[in-house]
């Protein structure tokens, strides 16, 4: 036989040839009309080489199954997510079992079924959401007989049970051949692996026993993730306790950290905003500290308003008892019964045990504070409010004794000082008293209850500005509105019981205007204040009225202050005016527009030109100046929008 003939069979061999190939030198030699003898020869040399390129195709196919569990340990010694090392499995057992879809399923011991947990090759929704009674289908045997199963045709399979949910996920599928090897742990099965094609095909023993390698390192896979999970359940616990031993050493430390803290802020003086500041550092929050009607006496941090929480803490658990109020820990404290204030801490998290004594301990200290702020404030009160009675009502017989005695509480009579007389409402003139002797031990004044009023002495030379202030801080400490009348300044105690007068007319002034809940003093009530003030400074009245027209008619040589007597004389008349003055209405008209330019805008309101008449005729008085005739027919009544039209 030509030698030339055998080589092609090598040849094919070297470049891995498909087996319909090594017909081609046979057919060419039969073409060429070869002897039979070799005929035969060369196709006993076919057959040898087609063995050969089995052999090397199984030797191929070994290698990629060996390198596929290789991967698959490497998978496993990596540690990687369950879900791509048990992905990866199902992958290569499709691609090395060169089937259409594989699969595997996983026993939900908690609901009592199998699941399907991975797919690679499927397309149906459905048969990827399969979840399968434990012991129904081919996947049932092989779980319940540890073994593994395969079937050329499934829907004709009688050897298992079928269901119409197994059986309609497989046929949307359109699997046909299945085969199925238990993922086994020692005697319990996990899940099944699962590789299938969607034509009738028979799966040989070499592909069961890759399958089951496969299935046996899925089953390493899982029991690695439980034990690692059980190994990090362990490592959280033995934190856990830890953390617990930690925490209660920290505790430690912070209620003896917080307990020399508070006595210090008790031993150096220190007020309720450093003991608030101390408790809320320690606990690490924000706290507010209440008196007993809910007012913040101090806070730290911007904790939201909270006096409705008051009254809760004694009501739930009386005094000295932290309780949870929603985002709140509340402590009401106090002394006997008596609650004096009430604590109330908004803190990330539950607070330790060791955190809520340190709370609780804050509210014993808070109280002797609150107790004694009460007994030194009620003593240098009275002492504030004697004085201050003394100077209302019995006079200065003795000014240097009474110098002396404002002197040791730190006031200086001889400074310039206004007194302000506040009214509220009966219930509330107890709380009113604490709250003023507060203020004025505060800024260095006298403060005393005296005719169901609250009457201050502070420094200062405004007395419409201290009463106003003193209005609006007091009523928002009450909740409710107070009328602060002013006088002074006044210099040296002899002044102050004339001041009291003006200040307490001042206040009642304002009530019977409809002010309430105002502060001013008799210079600011206009004409009012003529009839409240001590003074009734006439002069300063009308400077302040209509001084800008005087000063104007004085520079100009006009006659601005005539035109506006006259045309109020009128009625506000232009026309009638004009003849009074005897000039043309439109020089009238001129002129009132150069009033308003003057008096600025309003001065036509009620209220305003009620005080410009006044003023007008006071200074007529002053100066002597007879009173200008004006028609039988007009009166002298307050002016304003409609009561009389220019040039009528």
Not at 174 to 197: C, D, E, S, W, Y
Not at 392 to 407: I, K, Y
Not at 572 to 590: G, I, K, P
Request: overall charge negative; aromatic content about 4%; glycine content about 10%.
């Amino acid at each position: 036989m030509d030698g030339a003939l055998s080589r092609v069979f090598l040849e094919l061999l070297l470049r891995e040839a498909a087996a319909v190939e090594f017909e081609r030198p046979l057919l060419e030699a039969r073409a060429q009309g070869r002897p039979a003898r070799e005929l035969a020869e060369l196709d006993e040399h076919k057959a040898l080489a087609l063995q050969v390129r089995a052999l090397l195709e199984r030797r191929r196919r070994r290698e990629a199954e060996l390198s596929a569990l290789v991967d698959t340990v490497g998978d496993l010694a990596t540690l990687r997510e369950i879900d791509a090392v048990l992905e990866a499995i199902v992958r290569r057992a499709r691609e090395l079992l060169d089937a259409d879809v594989a699969y595997m399923t996983l026993n939900d011991e908690e609901r009592g079924d199998t699941y399907m947990r991975v797919t690679y090759g499927s397309v149906s929704a459905r048969f990827q959401q399969l979840r399968l009674p434990l012991g129904a289908g081919l996947g049932g045997l092989v779980a319940q007989t540890a073994a593994p199963y395969v079937t050329a045709n499934y829907g004709a399979d009688a050897r298992f049970q079928h269901t119409d949910e197994i059986d309609g996920g497989v046929a949307e599928e359109g699997l046909v051949a299945i085969l199925g090897v238990p993922m086994r742990l020692g005697t319990r099965v996990l899940g099944v692996l699962f590789a299938a094609n969607r034509s009738a095909r028979p799966f040989t023993r070499q592909e069961v026993t890759l399958l089951g390698s496969l299935a046996a390192h899925a089953s390493v896979a899982l029991d690695n993730t439980r034990l690692l999970g059980e190994t990090r359940a362990a490592l959280a616990e033995l934190g856990a306790v830890n953390t617990v031993v930690r925490r209660h050493s920290e505790s430690l430390e912070r209620a003896a950290e917080a307990h020399d803290r508070m006595t210090e802020v008790i031993l150096r003086g220190g007020d309720l905003d450093d003991l608030a500041a101390v408790v809320a550092e320690v606990l690490g929050g924000e706290l507010a500290i209440l008196d007993a009607d809910g007012h913040c006496l101090a806070a730290v941090g911007a904790i939201a308003e909270v006096a409705s929480l008051a009254g809760t803490a004694v009501a739930g658990n009386g005094l000295g008892r932290a309780t949870r109020h929603g985002e709140h820990w509340v402590l009401a404290a106090g002394a006997g019964s008596e609650a004096l204030c009430t604590l109330v801490l908004h803190a990330p998290g539950e607070l330790s045990e060791t955190d809520t004594r340190i709370l609780e301990r804050a509210g014993v200290v808070t109280s002797l504070l609150l107790l004694f702020r009460r007994s030194l404030a009620q003593a240098e009160g009275r002492v504030r409010g004697e004085l201050l009675e003394d100077l209302l009502s019995r006079g200065v017989d003795d000014p240097v004794t009474v110098r002396q005695r404002a002197r040791r509480l730190g006031v200086d009579l001889d400074a310039a000082h206004v007194l302000v007389v506040v009214t509220c409402p009966p219930r509330q003139r107890e709380r009113a008293a604490q709250w003023s002797a507060a203020y004025a031990a505060a800024c260095g004044g006298l403060a005393a209850q005296r005719e169901d009023n609250v009457t201050l002495l502070v420094g200062g030379d405004h007395p419409g500005d201290a009463a106003r202030r003193l209005a609006r801080e007091l009523g928002g400490y009450l909740g409710v509105p107070v009328t602060g009348g002013g006088a002074g300044p006044v210099s040296g105690p002899q002044q102050v019981p004339e001041a009291y007068a003006e200040a307490q007319r001042c206040a009642s002034a304002l009530l019977a205007l409809g002010r309430a809940g105002d502060g001013a003093s008799a210079a600011e009530l206009g004409f009012v204040g003529l009839l409240v003030g001590a003074d009734r400074d006439v002069g300063a009245f009308v400077t302040d009225t209509i001084g800008a027209l005087l000063e104007y008619d004085r520079r100009r040589g006009t006659a601005l202050v005539r035109t506006l007597e006259s045309y109020f004389d009128a009625g506000a008349n232009a026309v009638r005016a004009a003849e009074v003055l005897h000039v043309h209405v439109n020089t009238v008209t001129q002129r009132i527009a150069r009033i308003a330019q003057v008096l600025g805008a309003g001065w036509q309101r009620p209220d305003r030109s009620l005080e410009l008449q006044l003023a007008l005729r006071l200074h007529r008085l002053q100066t002597g100046r007879a009173t200008h005739a004006r028609p039988a027919n007009s009166v002298v009544r307050p002016h304003g929008p409609g009561t009389g039209r220019a040039g009528a």
